[in-house]
């Protein structure tokens, strides 16, 4: 592919990187490395790898049928829709609270808003909502796409910056008496179903990327092709994998062992990260790491928040037997409608779990892990279904993983239910 193609074909798996990033990168993959070192990386690379086919297949089914994942669905029956209406259900509020409520607590600490009105600490919150809103409400998919451009390179480059300079500064000591954790205790397989249920984001997203795909096709003139689309997103994807281990090697190597305790609290967690960039780069780019880091959260915001009004908005549509425009999916009163719901949802949400920043992020993550297997048979039905074209269907050795990866899948989210009714 030369650069004019790549360039065409950028959209849906930069938009997928962007809301990948966000919590599972800065926050969970952070803690894994600060918790427990490297212990966890074997765990985090199994997962990104069992999850790549049914990300891929989100893009690889809308650009040969030219409908979306949630479309398939109910060619599988009214219950595999109702399955993935009850999954969005289950998880939308609960997820755009938790990466709200993150991009406000780096929102909060580049703009001091807590400090300076210590009364108002739900405002950052309110703001990134209400912004979010405007954006979705008057802009367009070419507009985010660009947007999101620019702050993913900013983020990228200084993440490898941060990973490389960390590495060359070496481990901080331990202090005396530091024993590892037990990755085998409760509160340790709690957080791992946690850290995978978002590595590197919910599996019922995979729908978002095929609505996203769409969207980038809908001009016939500027639309890319088959080969343009699913290489754009591999790409993307893999970059997003190899991310997760560059935030788990700067919690290891900055953290681990040291006796420091990360933060409670969005905003207190937010200037701890930010620190942590600066620590290995330099005090110097402390304010630069603190504007891309919100970049890229509020960027995952806005990209969760269209996500899961897309979502919402075509499934019920669906559900009613109405008939959907995608020209016009941007405009409608359903996609705004649903903006204000999940919105509202989400913000309740957010005052209840205000002091609980942990036990919020564990919940949504873990609502997103439970329910991924049934998202992966579903899709991997569709991309083998008789009705997709031939040449289109995923290779064998892309089967294979699938396979494992619904084994992998339904083995842990087993497992998790298991502990849970001991």
């Known amino acids: 592919m030369n650069w004019k193609s790549i360039n065409r074909s950028l959209g849906p798996g930069l938009l997928f990187a962007s809301t990948s990033i966000g919590v599972s990168h800065l926050v ?21 790898v069992f999850k790549f086919p049914f990300f891929e297949f989100g893009s690889r089914y809308a650009a040969a049928k030219g409908e979306s994942l949630i479309d398939g669905y109910k060619r599988l029956g009214k219950s595999a829709l109702w399955m993935y209406f009850l999954v969005t259900i289950l998880s939308m509020f609960f997820v755009s609270a938790a990466v709200v409520l993150v991009t406000a607590g780096f929102m909060d600490n580049l703009f001091g808003i807590s400090t ?23 802009g367009k998919f070419s507009t985010l796409t660009d947007v999101i451009k620019v702050i993913g390179i900013v983020l990228f480059v200084s993440t490898l910056l941060a990973f490389i300079l960390t590495l060359f500064h070496g481990r901080a000591p331990h202090v005396l008496g530091f024993t590892k954790p037990d990755i085998w205790s409760d509160s340790s397989i709690f957080f791992i179903i946690a850290l995978m249920g978002w590595m590197p984001t919910a599996l019922d997203l995979s729908a978002w990327n095929s609505l996203w795909t769409l969207e980038k096709m809908k001009d016939p003139e500027t639309a890319p092709s088959f080969k343009e689309i699913i290489t754009e997103f ?5 970059i997003t994998a190899g991310l997760s281990l560059c935030f788990l090697t700067l919690g290891a190597f900055l953290i681990f062992g040291t ?8 905003a207190a967690f937010a200037h701890f990260i930010v620190n942590l960039y600066a620590s290995s780069i330099g005090q110097w780019s402390y304010w630069i790491i603190a504007l891309a880091s919100f970049s890229i ?14 979502a919402f908005n075509h499934t019920t549509r669906l559900m009613l037997n109405s008939t959907i425009d995608f020209s016009t999916a941007n405009s409608t009163k359903g996609y705004r409608g649903a ?16 002091d609980q920043f942990k036990h919020l992020i564990d919940l949504a993550t873990t609502i997103s892990f439970v329910v991924a297997p049934f998202i992966a048979v579903a899709n991997l039905r569709l991309v083998t279904n008789q009705s997709m074209p031939e040449q289109h269907k995923p290779s064998k050795p892309l089967l294979a993983i699938s396979v494992l990866g619904i084994i992998f899948l339904s083995g842990f989210a087993g497992f998790y239910i298991w502990k849970q009714l001991l």
């Open 116 to 138: 300076q009105w210590p009364h108002l600490r739900l405002l950052p919150s309110i703001l990134i909502f209400l912004v979010c809103f405007i954006i979705l409400y008057f």
């Open 339 to 354: 903006i204000v719901l999940i919105s509202a949802g989400a913000f309740a949400i957010i005052v209840f779990f205000m």
């Open 259 to 266: 006796g420091i305790v990360m933060p409670e609290g969005s």
């Open 297 to 310: 959260m509020f960027g995952t915001s806005i990209g969760v928040l269209d996500g899961y009004a897309r």
């Open 234 to 238: 591999n790409w993307s994807y893999w």
């Open 28 to 48: 969970q993959s952070t803690r894994a490395g600060a918790e427990f070192g490297f212990a966890l990386a074997g765990i985090i690379i199994a997962v990104n």
